[in-house]
């Protein structure tokens, strides 16, 4: 089913400062609709307040943020224009997940049986009536999604959703957004690992303590931070040379007759090597490339 | 187009529908008047042992207001709902979904104050009726003045505009502070502590504080002076203290418009 694309999602310079902590700095990024982006930096980055100020739920100190070209509160339809999953927001614990989304579908004019259809889609159907006082963290995931997903939104904006899902639910929950995705909808999805949503990026925007570190295709961030390539050979010395005869690369010998080369990939590297006449006893491309360029962008540990 | 106010008041109403605490404190409310003006006829009738009989005042046409007024008694639990109707949204940060629906925070606001405004009406109005039958049915082994039905309207005309205005300085007041707990104990202590002693020590600058404007608007006859005797109440007119009420319900109202409307929910 195809379906009108979704809102462009536009932050413009924004400030976040609560009393003394900047949690945002002139934070700046757009969102397309049709892909999907992750929205990553270390916890505390200011990724839940960035999506907070998106959603009209915290006044920007300066600069602002647009659903669509407005801000949110000026929205005609919010609940079908955007669905959010925020962390840490809430349910009444003696409210059953049907009752919470029956609550939300009133003020959304929507009817009841978009609860129970929702509530299908993210598996809740036998648990739905269930008080929420009883839910684990990850139904109570499956139930802040089913509420995003109620207006049928053009966009959506997830906070951490993978927190809690167990790895057949996050296998479930990337599937769905990328068919929401493919669909035209416009998909957010905030996370402190990169390694979480790796499989489910389009795009990233990296934010490192309230600042943009970086922004783009996922495929352009390691070019951006170097993929490291090891290669080891008896003839490293005369390997080295050859390597470094080429702009931009850096080649560091390990000592253990190792070479590790950020600037080539694994072939050009094994091309160079060739033509030099070197024996290659290993040839590897380090296996959380993605995470360390991450680590190294954020400047953190995970 | 914006969520109406008509799906705002529907989802409030699902709201009360889908929790315990109206039926908790609405219960607890009725039940408790009810009980104070059995024990006000009991304790004017001499039947509680250690309590002599004030017979005459039972003769005595402002007592009567006074145990129906005693209805008065849920106004103090009508508050408490109306601060739980919004220090909840905070407590379970369920404010995020409502302000997420409805981003014209000022409407949500409106559409809780009329919701409760209406709770609190329904609630005078059931809890007088009760109050009513307790009040017949414990006067009857006495010799009484009589219930008219002027002296039964007059009181319920006042509690179901005090409850109502009740319940929305309820749901203001949990808009400015928004800790459920601080809430509910700054209320209570404003009930039990302030209202109460300076209804003892200054009726008549008592009059002007919420309670002394509920009980004028109901038409208190008596009430407990220093030495715990029965006294003529020093109240403002009635109209007055409907008008005094509707001050405090407008001033908390503005106040809860200028922190609701602002406050970053994170
Ligand atoms: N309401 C608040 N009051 C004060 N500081 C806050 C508040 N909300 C967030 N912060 C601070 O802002 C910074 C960014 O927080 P947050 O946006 O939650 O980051 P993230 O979602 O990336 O973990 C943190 O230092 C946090 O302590
Ligand atoms: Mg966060």
Not at chain 1, 43 to 63: E, F, H, I, M
Request: with cysteine.
């Amino acid at each position: 089913m195809q379906r009108e694309s979704g809102p462009v999602l536009q932050v413009e310079s924004l400030t976040k400062r609560f009393r003394s902590v900047t949690a945002v700095q002139d934070l700046s990024f757009t969102v397309e609709p049709g892909r999907v982006t992750g929205f990553l930096g270390p916890n505390g980055s200011g990724k839940t307040t960035t999506l907070r100020c998106l959603l009209g739920l915290v006044r920007p100190t300066s600069g602002r943020a647009l659903v669509g070209g407005v801000p949110y509160a000026q929205l005609p339809a919010p609940v079908h224009a955007v669905g959010a999953a925020l962390e840490a927001s809430g349910f009444h614990p003696g409210r059953s997940a049907r009752n919470h989304l029956r609550v939300v579908a009133a003020a959304a004019s929507l009817p009841d049986t978009r609860a129970d259809e929702v509530l299908e889609v993210v598996g809740l159907t036998d648990a739905g009536r269930r008080r929420v006082v009883e839910y684990s963290l990850g139904m109570r995931q499956r139930l802040a999604l089913a509420t995003a997903l109620l207006g049928d939104p053009g966009a959506l904006i997830l906070d951490e959703p993978a927190n809690g899902l167990d790895p057949e639910g996050i296998a479930w929950l990337r599937t769905h957004l990328r068919e929401r995705a493919a669909r035209g909808v416009t998909v957010l999805v905030s996370s402190h690992v990169l390694s979480e949503v790796q499989q489910t990026v389009d795009d990233v925007v990296i934010v490192s303590r309230g600042a943009l570190v970086h922004a783009g295709p996922l495929s352009g961030l390691s070019s951006a931070g170097g993929v490291r390539v090891t290669v080891r050979s008896p003839d490293a010395d005369r390997l080295l040379p050859s390597l470094l005869a080429t702009a931009g690369v850096s080649a560091v010998p390990r000592g253990d007759g190792a070479v590790v080369i950020t600037g080539l990939d694994a072939a050009e590297v094994g091309h160079l090597a060739f033509l030099a006449g070197c024996e290659i006893h290993e040839l590897s491309v380090e296996a959380d490339a993605l995470e360390r360029v991450f680590l190294d962008l954020t400047g953190g540990t995970p | 187009m914006t969520p109406s106010m008509r799906a705002l008041l529907a989802a409030e109403w699902r709201k009360v529908t889908t929790t315990k605490m109206l039926w908790v404190l609405g219960l607890i409310a009725i039940g408790y008047s009810a009980m104070q003006t059995v024990m006000l006829t009991l304790i004017a009738s001499g039947k509680l042992p250690g309590v002599p009989a004030q017979g005459e005042l039972l003769l005595d046409p402002d007592y009567i207001t006074t145990l129906l007024s005693q209805a008065g008694t849920a106004a103090t639990f009508v508050l408490i709902l109306g601060i739980i109707a919004m220090t909840g949204e905070f407590r379970h940060m369920t404010i995020t979904s409502t302000f997420l629906a409805a981003p014209r925070r000022s409407r949500v606001l409106v559409a809780k104050m009329l919701l409760y405004g209406l709770l609190g009406a329904a609630l005078a109005v059931i809890t007088m009726t009760v109050v009513l039958i307790a009040a017949i049915a414990s006067l009857a082994p006495f010799e009484h003045a009589p219930i008219t039905v002027s002296v039964f309207t007059t009181v319920l005309a006042g509690a179901v505009i005090g409850m109502t205005l009740y319940a929305i300085l309820g749901v203001s007041i949990g808009s400015v502070i928004t800790n459920q707990v601080a809430a509910i104990v700054t209320a209570l202590l404003w009930v039990l502590l302030v209202e109460a002693l300076v209804g003892l020590a200054f009726p008549s600058v008592a009059r002007w504080l919420p309670r002394g404007a509920l009980n004028s608007a109901m038409n208190v006859g008596l009430t407990t002076d220093v030495s715990g005797g029965m006294t003529q109440a020093d109240n403002l007119p009635a109209w007055g203290g409907v008008l005094v009420l509707l001050a405090y319900a407008v001033v908390f109202a503005a106040l809860a418009s200028r922190t609701t409307l602002r406050r970053d929910i994170t």
